[in-house]
Structures are given as structure tokens and as C-alpha cells.
């Protein structure tokens, strides 16, 4: 949104003119860093000399700047907008063949589509992602490899989507100072737990009934003890994320390629358990509700990390992780 310079008046981003005073509105060359105003076609800010509309946000003065908080702060997405968001992050997709010689080499295949894959032989969690990669444990069951895929696949839609969101905002090209803020914000416990939740319920839309597993979920309610509101709101939304995943999803991990899925864990002799079944649920948010809240939550998150030092040295490190891997 513009906001009139001489009456205060939001007014739609693309207007030229203020709807209520009819003022000339001043097009978008603030300066990101000390709030000059400059001309219309200013490349360099006169003042301060620093890149207007930049290509990308290299750092986190310019990220935590007044004028990228005041975009944030007004910052609106209709369903449209986001839709073709999602078309967007999916789009590539469509130029592949999904192959394999086996069930797994086919999800793995579809999988490196969208981000490197690399296995890993260390430690208990059978899968995770960092920075534009995906690991999972190649000694599983390849039925349990399968389902780890696909289960960090969700997490790295949903980092995609924030990702894509704030480069929206923002009008900047993605960069490792916005990917480890978008990082920041997943991992804080809340939000973790969405992340979680999201992520279990994509990998169980594709696996067999009674298979599926939301232990990592529980581990975190029970590691961070949210109070039960705030967790069944974590859930909704992480539903609601993991309901625009999986209809995309289900155009390349169709009914053929499920039926392969279940035939491999039957091969893998691994028995169902039923139990975390009770935990899918059908609720979901409306799609602009559920936007509004998340544009709100990234611009508390925001606000508040840019004025915490030890925060601030946490993204710092985060960034240096994202970079080097």
C-alpha cells in the first residue's frame, strides 16, 4: 500500500493518484536504508548513496529498515496473488519426467527437482533440512526413506512459501539474509510445531492408512509445554499449509505412484501402528485468514528480532550456515 503524502490515505500500490484527495502519490523510491525520498526513476539513493529497490537484501540493516517494516506492516496478498505464488514454487515440476527403477528412486527423483539430496549416516532423526538441501538416512527401510522424503519435502514447501512471500513484499530476488530469517522464524517453538505438524501431514497423505507417525510433533509439545490454544491454533495452520502442499503434490505422487508406496512397506514387512492417526485433523483456516496471519506473525517476528542483539547474532550465524552449505 501507498500512503498519501498530504492526507494520509492508503491507497492501492499500483494508483498514481490519492483516491480520496486526488494528491499525486509518490512512487516507491524511498530509500530502504535512510528514508529519502528520491526521484522516479532513481537507481542510488541522493542522500545516502545506497541501491534503491535492490535486487536482493544482502543484509539485515536494510532487512530491519523502517521501510521494509512498514511494507511488511501493510503488506496484503489476495488469493490470486498467492495462488500463482504456489504455482510458481511448484512450476518445475512440470518440466520433468518422475522416473526410477524403484518406489524410492522415483520420490527421491521428484524430490531433487526441487532441492539437493544427500543422505546421511549420523545421529537419530531420520531426515532434515538446511539451506536448499535435503538429508535423509539411507540405512531405513527404503518404506521409511520414502516417507522421510516426502516428510522433509513438506518442510521445505513450507520454507519456500514463507521465502517466496517475503521476496513478494519485499519486491527482492530470494538471498541467504531473508532464507535465514525465514529459518529463524520456523524454528521458533510455536511455529517449529506448525512447521512439524505440516510436515508429518503431507508425508501421511502419501503413505499407507496406520502408518503414520507424528512422533517429532509430540516430542515438541512436550519439549516446549504450549499452552492448548496456542497449540490448536499451530495445528490449524499447519493443516492449512499442508492442504495447498499436497493437492500440488498429488499431480506428481499419483494414485499409480501411491500404490507402488504401499506395495514397499509391504515388501518392508514394517506393521502399522494406527496410533498417530488420531491426530490429522480436517480443520483449516480460510485462505486470506490464514494469510493475514501469517503476514502478522513475520511482522512481530520481525520487529522484535531487530531490536534483540543476541537474536541478531543468532541470524548472523544462521546466515553463515546457509552460505556455507
Not at 535486487?55 to 517494516?69: A, E, M, P, R, V
Not at 515440476?93 to 543422505?119: M, P, R
Not at 531473508?178 to 517449529?192: D, G, N
Request: proline residues 2%.
Amino acid at each position: 500500500m501507498k500512503t498519501c503524502d498530504i492526507c494520509g490515505t492508503l491507497n492501492l500500490k499500483e494508483n498514481n493518484y490519492c483516491t480520496h484527495c486526488g494528491n499525486k502519490l509518490i512512487l516507491e523510491h524511498i530509500c530502504p536504508i535512510c528514508g529519502q525520498g528520491n526521484s522516479d526513476f532513481a537507481t542510488c539513493c541522493i542522500k545516502c548513496k545506497s541501491q534503491i529497490n535492490p535486487i536482493s537484501i544482502d543484509g539485515f540493516d536494510t532487512l530491519f529498515s523502517d521501510f521494509n517494516q512498514n511494507l511488511l506492516l501493510n503488506a496484503e496478498i489476495s488469493d490470486e496473488e498467492y495462488n500463482q505464488l504456489l504455482s510458481n514454487i511448484f512450476a518445475r515440476a512440470d518440466y520433468f519426467e518422475i522416473w526410477g527403477e524403484t518406489t524410492k528412486n522415483k520420490i527421491l527423483n521428484l524430490a531433487s527437482i526441487f532441492a539437493e539430496c544427500k543422505t546421511k549416516a549420523r545421529g537419530y532423526e531420520r531426515g532434515y533440512i538446511f539451506g536448499n538441501g535435503i538429508y535423509y538416512d539411507d540405512r531405513l527401510e527404503e518404506s521409511v526413506q520414502i516417507a522421510t522424503i516426502i516428510h522433509e519435502l513438506g518442510h521445505f514447501f513450507l520454507f519456500s512459501i514463507v521465502e517466496s512471500l517475503l521476496c513478494d513484499v519485499f519486491k527482492v530476488n530470494p538471498s541467504s539474509t531473508i532464507q535465514s530469517f525465514v529459518w529463524y522464524f520456523l524454528t521458533l517453538p510455536e511455529f517449529q510445531i506448525m512447521n512439524e505438524y505440516c510436515a508429518h501431514t503431507v508425508e501421511g497423505r502419501f503413505i499407507p492408512y496406520g502408518y503414520q507417525n507424528y512422533g517429532s510433533f509430540n516430542a515438541l509439545i512436550k519439549k516446549y509445554g504450549v499452552d492448548d490454544e496456542s497449540l490448536e491454533s499451530m495445528i490449524i495452520l499447519g493443516n492449512s499449509f499442508a492442504n495447498e502442499i499436497i493437492v500440488y503434490l498429488e499431480k506428481y505422487i499419483d494414485v499409480e505412484l501411491r500404490n507402488e508406496i504401499k506395495l514397499q512397506y509391504r515388501k518392508d514387512m514394517v506393521s502399522p501402528t494406527y496410533e498417530s492417526i488420531f491426530k490429522e485433523t480436517e480443520n483449516s483456516f480460510d485462505l486470506s485468514i490464514k494469510n493475514r496471519i501469517l503476514l502478522q506473525m513475520l511482522y512481530d517476528v520481525l520487529i522484535e528480532v531487530s531490536k534483540n542483539s543476541e537474536e541478531l547474532k543468532e541470524l548472523e550465524s544462521i546466515k553463515e550456515g546457509i552460505e556455507l552449505s
